[in-house]
């Protein structure tokens, strides 16, 4: 079955008239009596019922035309999105989490601007609580972050998890350690994130059910004045593996017991329909992210 059958039957059982199809079609009257045989052969029941005075559409044709046309409709609508993705302009608001920040959306917006050269890009680096909050605002269009736990009105698309683990200089005690577990930070002094991220939130909730309490000694709202104050101080940190960039002289050891983990997606308002640009960055951001995984 090909795709011109289904035009052509769509075509016939609309007009019920073989001249009048053909004309519509672009074809020969005989072209197209052999093309609809050739749908009825396949299908192996007939679809028309033909008379010298009158064409009619069977029981079966009756019932395979509302599902014709759905699909034609449906595939015609996914190649006018092709088409429009390849010429895309525009501008596309975004807001991510820091380590996101650090290089996946960067490699991503370059990779994004080279293939689609009239799109205009900003990018935000919000708390989750800040991007569902601009999500519904219509203030950006597509969020990267930990799924929401209590925004229903958001969609989350999840593109990959995270391991959390220790972040210390190369001559802290537990720096050569395969694995440590959390209850080992029990009084131990650390630097860590504001409790306002959601990735406190995690990393708490982990060091509770270990029944563990270190000793937090200075808070900060960015990844880079973590690492540093890690480096300055001697104290260690917990952040996403991906904070890890490749000049970096610190070390990073996984932690277990529990293994803490967060999973990072693509968030979109459930409010509005997505856009070819929204569209065409997700499918992107995702091929990215597998493939820094991968490393």
């Given at each position: 079955m090909e795709l011109r059958h289904l035009r052509y039957f769509v075509a016939l059982a609309e007009r019920l008239n073989f001249t009048a199809a053909a004309a519509q079609v672009h074809v020969t009257q005989p072209t197209l009596s052999h093309q609809i045989k050739q749908l009825?052969?396949?299908?192996?029941?007939a679809l028309f019922e033909r008379t010298e005075r009158r064409v009619s559409l069977?029981?079966?044709?009756?019932?395979?035309?509302?599902?014709?046309?759905?699909?034609?409709?449906?595939?015609?609508?996914?190649?006018?999105?092709?088409?429009?993705?390849?010429?895309?302009?525009?501008?596309?608001?975004i807001a991510t989490s820091q380590t996101f920040n650090l290089a996946i959306v960067p490699r991503t917006v370059l990779l994004f601007r080279q293939q689609h050269e009239n799109v205009r890009v900003t990018i935000e680096e919000l708390t989750l609580a800040d991007m569902t909050r601009a999500l519904r605002a219509d203030e950006i269009d597509?969020?990267?972050?930990?799924?929401?736990?209590?925004?229903?009105?958001?969609?989350?698309?999840?593109?990959?998890?995270?391991?959390?683990?220790?972040?210390?200089?190369?001559?802290?005690?537990?720096?050569?350690?395969?694995?440590?577990?959390?209850?080992?930070l029990h009084g131990r002094d650390m630097v860590m994130l504001s409790t306002r991220y959601k990735t406190r939130q995690i990393i708490d909730d982990a060091l509770i059910s270990a029944g563990t309490i270190p000793n937090v000694i200075i808070e900060s709202g960015t990844i880079p004045?973590?690492?540093?104050?890690?480096?300055?101080t001697g104290a260690p940190t917990?952040?996403?593996?991906?904070?890890?960039?490749?000049?970096?002289?610190?070390?990073?050891?996984?932690?277990?017991?529990?293994?803490?983990?967060?999973?990072?997606?693509?968030?979109?308002?459930?409010?509005?329909?997505?856009?070819?640009?929204?569209?065409?960055?997700?499918?992107?951001?995702?091929?990215?992210?597998?493939?820094?995984?991968?490393?």
């Open positions: 009825e052969n396949e299908l192996d029941m069977t029981a079966a044709g009756m019932l395979f035309l509302p599902r014709v046309i759905e699909a034609l409709k449906t595939l015609d609508s996914g190649t006018a999105l092709l088409k429009a993705s390849a010429t895309l302009s525009g501008h596309l608001r597509l969020a990267i972050a930990y799924q929401p736990t209590d925004a229903h009105d958001m969609v989350f698309e999840p593109l990959c998890d995270e391991e959390l683990v220790l972040f210390l200089p190369a001559d802290h005690a537990l720096a050569r350690r395969k694995r440590v577990r959390m209850i080992e004045s973590l690492l540093n104050l890690v480096r300055q917990i952040l996403s593996r991906y904070a890890l960039t490749p000049d970096s002289p610190l070390k990073t050891v996984p932690l277990e017991s529990p293994r803490p983990t967060r999973t990072t997606g693509l968030i979109y308002s459930n409010d509005r329909a997505r856009s070819p640009l929204e569209t065409a960055f997700g499918a992107l951001l995702r091929k990215v992210a597998v493939s820094y995984i991968a490393t």
